[in-house]
């Protein structure tokens, strides 16, 4: 049973011509290509909440002298984020995180120096979504890679793509398809929100979401949704 006061849902609901078209036996895709996601009920969840997790103030100068400072000592910067959808009112929702009601991120972080992406990922979702840093026996199963993206230096938007020229890339960011199970207790840190935003919103939505975060429903186009009744 769901959480209110740890958790937001936004109004807006509309249903897809992809996800109509499916439920009515009108997909069109040759289904030798198409992969099926699993996707349960929003209500099958447990939403609370934990202490704050620290959170660094910095201006735009400071953060752009740690990036350099950290691609000194370590190299290029790899970051790993998860990609989870739930189901309400019919339609995929996608788990974001918003810190202080107004930055969007999905669930993720930085990988450790030598540490393995899908092991990275695991970490950081255990660290921000379960009660303890190990994630107290969770077994999130991190899937394929959907996409990459590449900052060229360390005050430049992150793209889609690596241009052939650029030698030295300051960081990429990985978006990983992460199935939930049929039931699960996520656990916020109190300065968070764990928010369920249907696809129809997010699409192309640059300007709220930002452009990786606008660009996923496009990334699960290859993918057939199959909603299960709770």
């Known amino acids: 049973m769901a959480d209110e006061s740890a958790m937001a849902v936004p109004v807006m609901v509309n249903h897809s011509n992809s996800i109509a078209n499916h439920e009515n036996g009108l997909d069109h895709r040759p289904q030798s290509s198409v992969s099926v996601i699993d996707i349960y009920p929003l209500s099958c969840y447990y939403f609370g909440s934990k202490e704050a997790l620290p959170f660094k103030e910095e201006t735009l100068a400071d953060r752009v002298r740690r990036l350099k400072l950290n691609h000194d ?46 092991d990275g990922l695991r970490r950081k979702l255990s660290r921000k979504l379960s009660v303890g840093e190990d994630g107290s026996g969770l077994d999130w199963e991190v899937g394929e890679c959907l996409g990459m993206w590449w900052r060229a230096d360390y005050e ?50 640059h300007k709220t979401y930002g452009s990786v975060i606008s660009g996923v429903p496009q990334l699960l186009s290859k993918f057939s949704f199959n909603i299960i009744d709770s």
């Open 73 to 118: 000592a370590h190299g290029l910067r790899t970051c790993v984020e998860a990609v989870m959808l739930v189901e309400l009112f019919k339609h995929p929702h996608l788990l974001l995180l918003q810190v202080r009601n107004s930055i969007f991120k999905l669930p993720g972080g930085r990988l450790r120096p030598g540490e393995s992406d899908i």
């Open 156 to 205: 430049t938007l992150l793209y889609p793509y690596l241009p052939p020229n650029l030698r030295s890339p300051k960081e990429c960011t990985k978006l990983f398809l992460v199935k939930l199970p049929e039931s699960r207790k996520f656990i916020v840190p109190k300065t968070q929100k764990l928010l369920a935003v249907p696809l129809c919103q997010i699409h192309e939505n």
